[in-house]
């Protein structure tokens, strides 16, 4: 909804990119195979015609890239840069363009604005430059922005600068944002719900704050676990997910965790669960074997489910 934050998170090659950039008909190509829908205010925005959706993207839904650096053009200036949708959308003339993009820039905390506004994106910090970014996105004032990985090659002072003034403009312009990370912390105080990716699939949703709580699917627990915490004892090693993730080129039956999950069954190996709704909870997990759910729940949610064998198998291994 507008005004809050979605949560994207999953481990890297999880499909978080891909996704986003599905959403803003980025990807494209021959062996590209099209299936669904992507609606947007109640049209679908993969069926839409190329002009449609050019007058669509950048104005109504915009994206802030992982890597500023390879995100600008480098032989751009970028006030340029910055206002250029504003020049194709709302038709402003140099000199208006140039006015709004000092004031763009200055709405990002850029500092001496109109200086910055002439140089170059190698002349800039990667900070500087993933707000030169933001400020591009937000030119036109749109319902949607999509934050994908806005803080990677930053560090962590930087990071939470960054963070703020995305959730900042998200206030100011009341947006709705997606805001996509493999780091839990980072999404944790700012997502107002979450969506947890594995594989190329959503595998668990809900209220950000729930979710961390009480996590349903193993993988989203995995996730928690391998969480840096300030209170493990000194020389501690941190957890991990043991194994890899599956090969998307590979397709293989059951559920797509079962060989990294230490609750998996022959039903999780023989058949893939669906996204399943808990009722009158607002969350939905992909998982045979759900954690945290009482067994009247389990039992109503997933019929016939063996919740006793459930139970010795979190025994056995000591959950």
């Not at 494209?28 to 839409?48: Q, Y």
């Not at 960054?162 to 312009?173: A, G, I, N, S, T």
């Not at 043991?242 to 998307?248: A, E």
């Amino acid at each position: 909804m507008r005004g809050q934050t979605l949560g994207l998170v999953g481990e890297s090659g999880s499909g978080k990119t891909v996704l986003a950039r599905t959403i803003m008909r980025l990807i494209a190509g021959a062996n590209v195979v099209t299936e669904g829908e992507i609606r947007f205010e109640g049209r679908d925005i993969l069926s839409m015609p190329d002009k449609d959706s050019r007058r669509l993207l950048g104005t109504d839904m915009a994206m802030v890239f992982q890597d500023p650096m390879t995100a600008l053009n480098p032989v751009m200036r970028l006030g340029a840069q910055v206002t250029e949708g504003l020049r194709v959308h709302k038709g402003l003339s140099r000199r208006d363009a140039r006015v709004e993009a000092v004031r763009l820039l200055e709405a990002v905390h850029i500092r001496d604005p109109e200086a910055r506004a002439m140089q170059y994106p190698h002349e800039l910090s990667g900070g500087m430059r993933q707000r030169v970014m933001i400020a591009t996105a937000v030119a036109c004032g749109p319902k949607l922005l999509i934050a994908d990985e806005p803080t990677t090659a930053l560090d962590v002072t930087v990071q939470a600068r960054v963070l703020d003034l995305l959730d900042e403009m998200r206030k100011d312009l009341f947006m709705a944002m997606i805001l996509v990370s493999h780091d839990l912390n980072v999404v944790a105080d700012r997502a107002d719900h979450l969506a947890v990716m594995y594989a190329g699939r959503i595998v668990e949703t809900g209220p950000a704050s729930a979710v961390l709580r009480a996590p349903h699917m193993p993988y989203t627990a995995a996730l928690l676990n391998c969480t840096p915490r300030l209170d493990l004892a000194d020389g501690v090693r941190l957890a991990s997910i043991p194994g890899r993730p599956p090969s998307l080129s590979e397709q293989q039956p059951g559920c797509s965790f079962v060989t990294r999950c230490e609750f998996a069954s022959q039903k999780c190996r023989e058949e893939a669960p669906p996204l399943i709704s808990v009722p009158d909870a607002d969350r939905s997990f992909a998982c045979w074997h759900p954690l945290n759910l009482s067994k009247r729940v389990i039992q109503e949610v997933l019929p016939g489910a063996p919740v006793s064998d459930l139970k010795a198998e979190v025994a056995q291994n000591g959950r």
